[in-house]
């Protein structure tokens, strides 16, 4: 049972240049999101999903973009990687879309760094 | 806006000392809390969650909670420290019924890295 796949595991991009993050989960969850982990601030909301063709903002969505075609995955795209975005990224899903009432399910993450 | 404040970016016990991680809230609806907690180079799991039921809620490796609304507080207890419960905690807050066009999301605090010491 695999849970949440995120790959690639580390990454080191130069200023101006795009990658994505490739995220898949295999429970069949309707919610996935995007988080990224910073020393002291904790996690922060990126974008999230409710299902596959509904996609919205959290809280620090800029220079972030994503789809959601199928259930299974949600890519989160850098279109021009800037060194702000430096930082660890974790995709969680949950099966439910009204997620605070249930529990999010973690990938391993994706450290990224922007020189 | 829904928030929570973790006291304490640090908190370093001895192994078989009670572990206190402190977390306060702030909702203007009834909200459902939970602690996770991110060992080394993994992500983040569910210790346990408040869903509005008991006030004293009971986790995974002897972990509790208790849920005072009058303190809007949720702190995290654990009688005796082991070595394995070295680890970053995290608190958080959703708004579990935020109505047909919206769909909830789970807010974190800035987290606790305990240390045990021997």
């Known amino acids: 049972n695999a849970g949440v796949t995120q790959t690639p595991k580390f990454q080191v991009l130069k200023t101006g240049q795009s990658m994505t993050l490739q995220c898949a989960q295999d429970?069949?969850?309707?919610?996935m999101s995007w988080y990224r982990q910073d020393p002291g601030m904790g996690l922060r909301l990126i974008h999230y999903?409710?299902?596959?063709?509904?996609?919205d903002q959290g809280e620090v969505p800029n220079g972030y973009n994503v789809s959601r075609s199928t259930t299974e995955d949600f890519p989160l795209r850098l279109l021009s990687a800037a060194p702000s975005q430096t930082s660890v990224y974790f995709c969680?899903?949950?099966?439910?879309?009204?997620?605070?009432?249930?529990?999010?399910?973690f990938g391993e993450g994706s450290r990224l760094t922007v020189l | 806006a829904q928030s929570v404040t973790q006291l304490g970016s640090h908190v370093s016990v001895s192994e078989g000392a009670l572990v206190l991680l402190r977390c306060n809230y702030s909702?203007?609806?009834?909200?459902?809390l939970f602690w996770y907690v991110q060992y080394p180079n993994q992500g983040l799991q569910l210790l346990l969650k408040?869903?509005?039921?008991?006030?004293l809620v009971k986790g995974i490796n002897g972990f509790e909670a208790e849920f005072k609304k009058s303190e809007t507080s949720f702190h995290l207890t654990k009688p005796s420290a082991h070595m394995s419960d070295a680890a970053e905690y995290f608190c958080a807050v959703s708004d579990p019924f935020p109505g047909y066009s919206s769909a909830s999301k789970i807010i974190f605090g800035s987290g606790t890295r305990l240390s045990i010491r021997p």
């Open positions: 408040y869903t509005s039921a008991a006030t």
């Open positions: 999903s409710v299902g596959a063709g509904i996609t």
């Open positions: 909702s203007s609806v009834p909200p459902y």
């Open positions: 969680a899903s949950s099966y439910s879309r009204t997620v605070g009432t249930g529990e999010l399910f």
């Open positions: 429970m069949n969850h309707e919610y």
